[in-house]
Nanobody
Framework: QVKLVESGGGLVQPGGSLRLSCAAS????????MGWYCQAPGRQRELVAI???????NYADSVKGRFTISRDNAKNTVYLQMNSLKPEDTAAYYC??????????WGQGTQVTVSS
């Protein structure tokens, strides 16, 4: 059994910053990739950023230069530093973890709202 627990969401003004954290626990020793997806009302869930165990990263074009993903392999924790937030970043953010490209785990989601 694997559990992903997110924290760090909330309400922030445009131009502000938030840091999301996701801690994985359970029977998996390590994850090949960990990352973040977001889902706004009426839209499909989409990739925000992902990082491999070796540190390679991939970002959605809309967040490049503003968001930074990182992970602590020893703690099985992934982070998302979000700067220069925009109203269009408002969404539920879901932590994601992957093993062998075929086994996927999801967190319960944390809400990020960017509004003045």
């Amino acid at each position: 059994q694997v559990k992903l627990v997110e924290s760090g969401g909330g309400l922030v003004q445009p131009g502000g910053s938030l840091r999301l954290s996701c801690a994985a626990s359970g029977s998996i020793f390590s994850f090949d990739a960990m990352g973040w997806y977001c889902q706004a009302p009426g839209r499909q869930r989409e990739l925000v950023a992902i990082i491999t165990e070796g540190g390679s990263t991939n970002y959605a074009d809309s967040v490049k230069g503003r968001f930074t993903i990182s992970r602590d392999n020893a703690k099985n924790t992934v982070y998302l530093q979000m700067n220069s937030l925009k109203p269009e970043d408002t969404a539920a953010y879901y932590c994601y973890a992957e093993v062998a490209k075929t086994i996927h785990f999801w967190g319960q989601g944390t809400q990020v709202t960017v509004s003045s």
